[in-house]
């Protein structure tokens, strides 16, 4: 049941005697990158200072900041040659963010991406379709070499091009697929209207999802439509790309590997630790990773560590699914939102599809938000049981969120569709 079952068991001190052999190992070999040089040099800091995991914190803090002024190979910490691999993300905003990978840092991510695939039980012999983006999204060639280590025979379909996705699904006789959660729910939407019933048609018994915040209704969800077991993936391209932590076969929680890893939650505010079990923001250490290895990353996810064991028996830590990236985390009327909280109130509605969209604008200076909801198949034209269910799902979110939005029920398909991640919040407020 354990693909590295000398890595996948280790007892907590283990793992933490590994950490600290890693940890120090790591801060030698950043010495090597002109950024980390200069800033342990600035900060008066050495790296025989860090003799405990505790030290850890005395190393400041890197930030998406960081990579971007060191764009595009500042950070560093081997020569260029020394790379083989190089991705990019473009991000929203500023300068792209660049991250290098020796042929050993690809070995490892393989390896890290293998063991998510088989501890959700892919074998040899299983058929995994890899749905992501390639090219400079980790999530394309991430997956692909690491089902591909794992033994399966891997379809690199890529993003789109949702007939021909379902065509390979059915004439390769594809047992798992990688797919973002809004992506999941459109594949079966298509399925519907191609006549294909998932349990009949196809193989299909694995998703991993991932890539995209989503609540545990929305995973329910895409398990009874397309009659599979779906699990969680998390990533970051700072990070490698996917791989980073996976939940088990428990799904409760994602088991992040603290081999590669140190995980560390805090307070976004005053960057002091939170107790396990409490929300904050995603700090990691890479400790297995020589073109660019990154000290104390803070990663703006905001997660918590769940407390207590696993009955799968690893004891990697576990995270809880994702509540979204702190930029994601819409301020409306002096009251913290994350479009998550809304997903979950709309998703326990039988009525409702999966696809919402929520537009923040300015109203004769107040700021309202209104949700675009589309109904499901069960769509009624009776105006009074509209009525009636808009009403009680403004009653419901505002118990969850705290201010009242404008609920607008919609027809299923008239929402605006997209085959990457699913846009759901449009911020159209003037600001003064
Ligand atoms: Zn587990």
Known sequence: MYLHPEMETLTRPEIEKLQLERLQKTVRHCMNSPFYKKRFEDNHLKPEDIRSLNDLRKIPFTTKQDLRDTYPFGMAAVPLEKAVRLHSSSGTTGNPTVILHTQKDLDEWANAVARCLYMVGLRPGDIFQNSSGYGMFTGGLGFQYGAER???????????????????ITDFGTTALHAIPSYAARLYEVMEEMGIDPRRDTKLK?????????????????????????????????????????????????????DYYIVEIINPDTLEPVPDGEVGELVLTTINREAMPMLRYRTRDLTRILPGECPCGRHHKRLDRMKGRSDDMIILKGVNIFPIQIETVLLQFKELGSDYLITLETMESNDEMTIEVELSQLFTDDYARLQALTREITRQLKDEILVTPRVKLVPKGSLPKSEGKAVRVKDLRKTF
């Not at 690199?156 to 007939?163: C, V």
């Not at 329910?220 to 969680?232: F, H, P, Q």
């Not at 088990?248 to 603290?258: F, K, M, P, S, V």
Request: glycine share 12%; aromatic share 6%; with cysteine.
């Open 150 to 168: 794992m033994g399966m025979l891997t379809v690199p379909a890529a993003a789109g091009n949702t007939k021909r996705q379902l065509k390979f």
């Open 206 to 258: 694995t998703l991993i999802i991932g890539a995209e915040p989503h609540s545990e209704e929305q995973r329910r969800r895409i398990e009874d439509m397309l009659g599979v077991k779906a699990y969680n993936s998390f990533g970051m391209s700072e990070m490698c790309g996917p791989g980073v932590a996976f939940e088990c076969r428990e799904q409760n929680g994602l088991h992040i590997w603290e």
